[in-house]
């Protein structure tokens, strides 16, 4: 009895030093960890930051893999090469998607959930059909943004080498979205062109374009190309029909988190990137060594500008790919309505005079290529000018796109004007603005 007694009273005694000991060591733990992240609040900073960007607004790589220089498609580009820096040279976040077997896509990098297929609707329509959509037994559905709808864009697709005018797709005609996955056709009616696969977005220009047309941006799946499009069946000879596709989840997407870092950049914590808050028009930068010495070049010296630039104590910049540019579009702001550039106050933006003497605001270059290679991708922070005649009253100068589109631009050349069936502006030399993902 005695012996047992002592064996008792011994094990207790243990497990109380033990249980004594534990409590110690974790209490130092916790000590240890509270007063590591008093010390160090740039930690938890960046600990929130990437908690902010996960899920929320993270960029789908543009798709482009082809190497390109002035004239088209050449051979990989390495550092130091002529045209290193471009799209292909940097790799983002892959389209990854799963087909859900109910007619519904997931997007596994946004975490957007879409419809497999498409409807035609007018613009008017589109919130009431949105509304009424039960595909895949939900009953959330609603009208993508334009940044919404922008993440679907690849750019391994090809307007192809056909008269943008004809109403068949050439064989080279490439859809600029991923067809494992998403339907698509070229318009088969007739009438309009295979270029019009122009699909529907809520979000509406600010201003109007076309000399008082209310307008709506869209993404053309069949040209590779975000413009402003009429919302009135008839304007512009529009027949009001345009292409559908639905969204659901992840209501945050799109929307940025600018943090403006007290040193010339501005972070966005919702898809991770750093930027320079100014362009390439402000006097911090030495343009000596190119054509102009007021912001604007040429593709190969915008890649050339941004691989080589020391900003900000980083020397790690690049020349962003066009779905990250059109990331910071601010579609609230327009020259028009807000006397600004398409784009957050928290950045400066050069102003330029435009082709019509107005006070406007530049197109900027992006890495992305539009194959065949002798075009890039220009996002347009100031108004989309073209020189058309709208309503019989003569050619002018006007808007007819939108501040906040994306169109293209030679790499090479002089500036003209009247391209296109809306007369587009195409200047050559554009403005930059830098990026690199934060740390």
Request: some cysteine; overall charge negative.
């Amino acid at each position: 009895m005695k012996r047992t007694a002592i064996v008792i009273f011994c094990f207790l005694a243990v497990a109380a030093f033990l249980c004594t000991g534990c409590a110690a060591v974790q209490t130092n733990i916790e000590s240890a960890q509270e007063t590591a992240l008093m010390s160090q609040p740039q930690q938890v900073a960046a600990v929130e930051a990437q908690d902010k960007k996960s899920g929320n607004y993270n960029i789908v790589d543009t798709g482009q893999t082809a190497f390109y220089d002035n004239a088209g498609e050449t051979t990989t580009q390495t550092i130091g090469d002529a045209f290193y820096g471009q799209d292909a040279s940097y790799a983002g976040n892959q389209p990854s998607y799963t087909d859900n077997g109910d007619e519904t896509i997931t997007d596994n990098v946004t975490g957007l959930m879409w419809e497999q297929g498409f409807d035609l609707c007018n613009f008017d329509e589109a919130q009431s059909y949105g509304m009424a959509c039960t595909t895949g037994g939900y009953t959330d559905w609603r009208v993508p943004t334009i940044k919404e709808l922008y993440s679907l864009i690849d750019f391994s697709g090809n307007q192809g080498s056909g008269d943008p005018s004809s109403k068949s797709a050439p064989n080279s005609a490439v859809p600029f979205i991923d067809t494992e996955y998403f339907d698509f056709e070229y318009p088969n009616d007739g009438v309009k062109r295979y270029i019009d696969a122009q699909y529907i977005t809520s979000t509406e220009y600010v201003s109007t374009t076309m000399n008082g047309s209310a307008t709506f941006f869209g993404v053309n799946f069949a040209d590779g190309r975000i413009k402003g499009y009429p919302q009135q069946p008839g304007n512009r000879g529009s027949s009001g029909q345009f292409y559908i596709r639905l969204v659901r989840g992840n209501a945050d997407y799109g929307v940025n988190a600018f943090v403006d870092n007290g040193d010339g950049t501005v972070t966005d914590a919702a898809t991770g990137l750093m930027w320079s808050q100014v362009d390439s028009g402000d006097t911090v930068f030495d343009l000596s060594a190119f054509t102009n010495d007021d912001g604007s070049l040429n593709w190969q010296e915008a890649l050339a500008f941004a691989e080589s630039a020391e900003y900000a104590g980083y020397d790690d910049w690049r020349l962003p790919n066009t779905k990250e540019l059109q990331s910071i579009l601010d579609y609230t702001r327009s020259p028009d309505t807000t006397n600004s550039a398409a784009i957050d106050p928290i950045f400066a933006c050069t102003q330029i005079v435009n082709e019509a003497s107005q006070v406007d605001y530049p197109f900027f270059w992006t890495s992305t290529s539009f194959n065949p290679g002798k075009d890039a991708a220009i996002v347009c922070f100031g108004r989309a000018l073209g020189y058309f005649d709208a309503g019989g009253r003569g050619a002018q100068f006007m808007d007819v796109h939108g501040a906040g589109c994306q169109r293209t631009d030679p790499k090479t050349g002089n500036a003209s004007y009247g391209n296109g069936p809306q007369g587009d502006i195409r200047r050559v030399y554009n403005f930059v603005r830098l990026v690199r993902d934060a740390d």
